[in-house]
């Protein structure tokens, strides 16, 4: 038991990693020991917690007269610690945890309840608007218009009202309103195009119209518009969209200088001459390049917003050239990628005037060398979704609240991350880029280890402060745009979709190109190692199992490294291991040189995608270091397309499924890079299922030569069952036994003879298994061809290994690839007798490694199946 802590010199000496880390400042480690040994937590009488977005977020403000960088710290308790497999059993157990996780999150715990209000405030609105007659509404409008200075009414609202196309025509609006210049008729009954026609090419000054929220929309929008539009030339905003007629009275209505107060009905000299500010968002402009929207009309514009325009019928260059012409332009917001092209930093260069692009200081966007940028990004706020349980709620808001660490000591590392929620103060801090507090996990060990440690979240300021400032910490504190920042953002706010969707499908285009291509069968070129003088081979390992298992004469197990023939290996073997053991070039190795291409897993996917794209055997797998932009623009492509946005996540080389985590929610994807390097993949949301459980299978492949490609597979494999039925239910994602395969590690094992498995399987199912094997034979063939198309500095005459392949069926029987592993684990086929695939033999399990050196070093091919 090690000693408690005393003193601040003990205190830093325990702690001094830790306090490196954290980067707090030196003068500060006195005041957080002194907090830490008291258990302190003063931070309420600092700050003060304030609702924000209609209280669906809360933000932290300092209450204090001011705070000084560097001047304090404060520590901040944790709410909630977990591993991510258990977090939906302890919202389920531990009581009170899902209300105070909901309440921090701002997750409505009455969703129901708030619907049938809303119910009845719409109730209450239709009920109000009956009360006054359409004829009232009108009648009001008219006095309206004559007290405002007006001979006739020009501008009428009818929203709202229940007006169906019997009332629309009785009303007869073009007789007693031949000035109308907008008429609104939003949320009404109007079902028929064909009266909308008639009645509306009555008005010959019509400017404006809107039918938005009618059922006839949703008939024949396109159909009705080019009608409209070709009998009312003077129409330039039809349903909030410009018109291919706008002019100056469309830019004064969206500069605010034309409305129901001043319908512009008076022709005004240059209406736009002291605007400074004008937004276009939204207004489906196919053209900027018009008389209108010139500097002659608009001298002082200084602030344009651009953004959700096609302006498809200008070249990038055109749009260039018009806004070059305004010399007060300063602050220009547009879509990236969009009609300016792709590139913050291109658009800068042109337009060299700007101060502000999409709200972010373009000196800035330089330095940094930012493509895209955007700011003010809204939040991702809780989605409500009625079917959703309260604590699926919970569990979908977290990752805009959640922080981790892993624990470590001087003997290893944990396999997996602990997540955690600071409590209310510390959850309250917003994000900014430029940030005025810091915020870092702290280990408080009071008795100087790991057994007495306490979790805290430390906090100081990293700038001056005044009393009302907002308090905030930079959510991706140390990550630039080296890693993704401007990507990895989009898992707390909304950022541009169009530009990910753009990266995905210039990423789609590039895999599509390739062209697939098979290596030929050439004659091989391996022989049998054996010695001239009959003596047996010296094998050198570190495998239990081959030195058990491997017992034919042409064999003898060394325990001397340096005089062994073959070194059969699970470490990997560099030249730094062979100078240490005394290893030459002239032993045999099981392993192959740059053989990571296949064994690590983001390798294994950009092996094949090189080789051959997207073949229909690889689902769709991203390196989330390298590929994030073009993963979020494949999910928004599926979430648009209303496709299965399930996904697996599984570190880059991490065996027995350690940190692999399923789900559809794309906050916690990129969250979940935090824990480490990963993929992320496709999940096969639809597998082939025996008899209701999910099962992969694991194949054995013998490599003896790249080039030529000489490949076997064992005779047998084994399937490997989960121990539950499976299900897409949400909760069963956080169920090991649900989702994955692999029982040898603590949990129970359920052993499958691989010919009882194909005869059921085949009966369940009604197929021929070969028919399978087939496809799956070709498949593996593919794998080991990419490596060699690919990678061809892998031959290497002194090499000989085994692999373990992993393959998962979909429910059409399609084999799809799931990993490749170096040196498997073996225990199965040594502990079981199998038939093989053909039923025709039998391995014994004592003989397996036999037949496996049999391959490798003897040129045999009993029980193997050449590729």
């Known amino acids: 038991m090690a000693n408690k802590i005393e003193s601040l010199e003990d205190f830093v000496k325990v702690h001094g990693i ?22 302190t937590l003063d931070g309420g009488a600092h700050f003060q917690i304030e609702p924000c977005d209609d209280n669906r977020r809360r933000r932290l403000v300092l209450t204090s007269e001011s705070m000084p960088k560097d001047s304090e710290v404060f520590l901040v308790d944790h709410a909630w610690t977990f591993r991510l497999p258990d977090a939906y059993k302890q919202l389920q157990e531990i009581p009170g945890l899902a209300e105070r996780m909901g309440s921090l999150m701002c997750v409505d715990t009455d969703i129901e309840g708030k619907a049938g209000e809303g119910e009845e405030e719409e109730e209450e609105t239709e009920e109000n608007n009956e009360e006054l007659s359409v004829n009232q509404i009108i009648d009001n409008e008219i006095h309206y218009a004559a007290d405002k200075g007006y001979d006739s009414l020009r501008w009428l609202e009818l929203e709202g009202l229940g007006i169906d196309d019997d009332s629309l025509v009785s009303l007869h609006l073009p007789s007693k309103f031949q000035d109308l210049m907008a008429l609104s008729l939003i949320g009404n009954k109007i079902e028929s195009a064909d009266v909308v026609i008639r009645e509306v090419t009555k008005f010959k000054n019509l400017k404006a119209l809107w039918l938005n929220d009618n059922p006839v929309l949703q008939k024949s929008e396109i159909q009705m518009a080019d009608e409209i539009l070709q009998c009312c030339p003077s129409l330039e905003i039809y349903n909030s969209r410009f018109t291919s007629n706008y002019g100056l009275w469309a830019l004064s209505f969206c500069g605010d200088i034309f409305g129901k107060d001043n319908p512009g009905f008076v022709q005004q000299d240059q209406p736009l001459c002291n605007i400074t500010s004008l937004d276009l968002s939204n207004r489906s402009i196919h053209n900027l390049a018009k008389q209108a ?54 658009i800068l260069e042109s337009l060299p005037n700007l101060s502000l692009l999409n709200g972010v200081d373009t000196s800035k966007i330089v330095e940094n060398g930012k493509h895209v940028v955007d700011t003010l990004l809204p939040p991702r706020l809780p989605e409500p979704n009625p079917e959703d349980s309260f604590a699926d709620r919970v569990l979908g808001a977290m990752w805009s609240y959640l922080m981790t660490y892993r624990l470590a000591d001087e003997e290893k590392l944990d396999e997996t991350s602990l997540w955690y929620v600071m409590d209310e103060l510390g959850s309250a801090l917003g994000h900014s880029d430029e940030p005025n507090f810091r915020v870092a996990p702290f280990l408080f060990m009071p008795s100087g280890n790991l057994d007495s440690a306490v979790s805290y979240s430390i906090m100081w300021p990293i700038r001056n402060c005044q009393k009302g400032d907002e308090c905030t910490r930079d959510f991706l504190s140390g990550i630039g745009e080296d890693k993704h920042r401007s990507a990895r953002l989009t898992a707390w706010f909304h950022t541009p979709e169009n530009y990910f969707i753009h990266e995905f499908e210039k990423y789609q285009q590039k895999l599509q190109a390739k062209a697939s291509v098979s290596l030929p069968l050439k004659p091989s070129v391996s022989q049998s190692i054996r010695h001239s003088d009959g003596s ?10 081959v030195e058990e298992f491997l017992t034919r004469p042409e064999f003898v197990i060394t325990n001397e490294p340096k005089d062994a023939d073959i070194i059969w290996t699970s470490m990997q073997v560099d030249e730094e291991l062979k100078k240490a053991v005394g290893l030459t070039d002239d032993q045999y190795i099981n392993q192959f040189p740059f053989e990571a291409c296949l064994v690590m897993k983001h390798h294994l996917a950009e092996t094949i995608q ?75 949301e639809h597998p082939a299922l025996f008899k209701g459980k999910k099962f992969d299978l694991r194949y054995v492949v013998l490599l003896r030569s790249i080039d030529p490609l000489e490949i076997y597979l064992t005779d047998i494999f084994w399937v490997r ?36 498995f194909v005869k059921e399987f085949e009966q369940e199912h009604n197929v021929k298994w070969l028919d399978i094997h087939e496809k799956v034979k070709q498949m593996i063939r593919q794998v080991f061809e990419a490596a060699a198309l690919v990678h061809p500095e892998m031959q290497s005459p002194k090499s000989r290994a085994i692999y373990g392949v992993d393959v998962m069926l979909d429910s059409s029987f399609q084999p799809k690839i799931l990993e490749v592993t170096y040196c498997p684990d073996c225990m199965r086929a040594c502990t079981y007798d199998m038939e093989t695939i053909d039923g025709k033999g039998m391995v014994k399990g004592r003989d397996f490694f036999n037949y496996i050196f049999g391959c490798l070093f003897l040129n045999e091919t009993a029980h193997v199946t050449p590729l």
């Open 721 to 756: 069952l989960s121990n539950n039925p499976y299900s897409l239910e949400k909760h069963s994602f956080f169920e090991y036994e649900t989702h994955f395969t692999v029982m040898n590690y603590g949990r129970k094992l359920n052993h499958k003879p691989t010919a009882e």
């Open 610 to 684: 090189k080789a051959y794209g997207s073949p229909k055997w690889l689902q769709p797998t991203y390196n989330l270091e390298t590929q994030l932009s073009q993963f979020i623009g494949d999910y928004f492509v599926r979430k648009r397309d209303q496709l299965n946005n399930l996904w697996i996540l599984k570190p880059w080389n991490m065996a027995r499924t350690i940190d692999t985590s399923i789900t559809d929610n794309l906050s916690a994807i990129i969250r979940m890079m935090e824990t480490g390097p990963k993929i992320c993949q496709k999940y096969i």
């Open 18 to 39: 830790l306090l490196a880390s954290s980067g707090l400042p030196q003068k500060l480690h006195r005041r957080l020991f002194e907090k830490l040994a008291s258990d």
């Open 536 to 545: 047996p081979l010296l094998v050198h390992t570190d495998l239990p199992q």
């Open 293 to 346: 929207f010139s500097v002659h009309e608009m001298p002082l514009l200084s602030q344009l917003n651009i953004r959700g325009n096609p302006l498809d019928q200008n070249s990038v260059g055109e749009v260039f050239e018009v806004l070059k012409l305004f010399p007060s332009l300063s602050s220009l917001e547009v879509n990236l990628p969009g009609p300016l092209g792709n590139s913050a930093v291109e």
